[in-house]
């Protein structure tokens, strides 16, 4: 059997005191600190994929639409220099790699 007083002191620790409050508070920020950064790389990779994806659909359509034209495009350019699909595409190129060059972090 128990002694009363050691009943009432059992019964009067039910809540949490306030340190350990704190401490559980303070190691939730310090996950979630250390999850950040994991999600906005993660939301910069989406991004990346929605434009390559975005890029593969427009080429695509390019391609299609030339097939159906005599390998032409419409390009407000000259009936002697019409803009072909190539030169579409090394131009869409040329301006992916000037966008991923200036993207690159400097060091």
Request: hydrophobic share 45%; charged share 20%; glycine share 6%.
């Amino acid at each position: 059997m128990q002694s009363r007083g050691c009943q009432e002191r059992e019964s009067a620790r039910t809540g949490f005191t306030l340190i350990e409050l704190l401490v559980v508070v303070a190691i939730i920020a310090i996950l979630a600190g250390l999850l950040l950064p994991a999600l906005a790389g993660g939301k910069e990779g989406a991004r990346r994929a929605t434009c390559k994806s975005n890029m593969r659909q427009f080429i695509l359509a390019v391609h299609i639409y030339a097939q159906d034209n005599e390998n032409e495009l419409p390009s407000g350019q000259s009936a002697e220099r019409p803009l072909t699909v190539a030169t579409l595409i090394r131009q869409i190129a040329q301006i992916l790699r000037r966008q991923a060059h200036a993207s690159r972090p400097t060091k």
